[in-house]
């Protein structure tokens, strides 16, 4: 199971928010190329990187970020947040991006996000697919909606995705374990390269995930706060 660190932008700077709620925002470094080398020298490889401003604006914001951290590290990143058009894929990935994550649009115009899947591919695209109580919500989490967790992924699967990544917002930033059930309940339905978000605290955690036969786990707040560190974690890959 792949390791990846959530590194979060706002306004330029390493943020961590807590469930999604903007005004729990608590600055953590203010050079996100910083702590990305931080996270190379501890022998991590893989960067979920997310444009918070994006997510909200609905339009990328800190690309200068993705290229600087491309530029200076040989971190593998995912980079999610306001994309909102195949250019802006193409941006991305030329910027430095391996994969980009796109949800929002996969609920409001499935065919646009179907397009972009069949033109770059199912190895550069991963599907976002946050929750909130099993239903799918968007918008940087600030808008719900009543498609079915499991039913999402299934759907985008026959149609060609390969990843997805599964965050529920509700464990988001808590620090009190992963939702194992959630995963487990989707992997028995879906046959997908599921990355689990979300709570992750401890090692345990970790394993916990793992059982569940993710294909990679995203951790965030649980370094920053220091429950868990960069080099425990790369011992973990």
Not at 80 to 97: C, E, H, Q
Request: charged content about 30%; hydrophobic content about 40%.
């Amino acid at each position: 199971m792949r390791i990846i660190i959530a590194l979060d932008i706002i306004d330029g700077k390493c943020v961590r928010l807590t469930r999604g709620d903007f005004s729990t925002k608590k600055i953590y470094n203010e050079d996100p190329v910083e702590v990305a080398r931080l996270i190379e020298d501890s022998g991590l490889n893989y960067l979920h990187l997310v444009d918070l401003d994006g997510a909200r604006n609905k339009k990328i914001e800190n690309i200068r970020v993705l290229e600087k951290i491309a530029g200076r590290t040989n971190l593998k990143i995912d980079f999610g947040g306001g994309v909102r058009s195949i250019i802006d894929l193409k941006t991305l990935l030329n910027s430095g991006a391996q994969q980009v994550t796109a949800g929002s649009i996969a609920v409001t115009d499935p065919l646009l996000f179907l397009d972009w899947l069949g033109e770059l591919g199912p190895e550069k695209i991963i599907l976002g697919a946050d929750c909130i109580k099993g239903k799918i919500s968007t918008g940087g989490w600030l808008e719900n909606s009543d498609k079915d967790i499991i039913s999402f992924i299934s759907d985008y699967k026959m149609q060609g995705v390969k990843y997805t990544i599964c965050t529920d917002i509700d464990k988001d930033g808590m620090l009190q374990g992963p939702s194992t059930e959630l995963y487990k309940n989707i992997l028995s339905e879906v046959e997908i390269n599921l990355i689990a978000s979300g709570g992750i605290t401890s090692v345990k955690d970790i394993e916990d995930v793992r059982r569940t036969g993710c294909e990679g786990a995203i951790i965030g707040k649980a370094v920053y706060e220091g429950k868990l560190t960069f080099k425990e974690l790369g011992r973990q890959c």
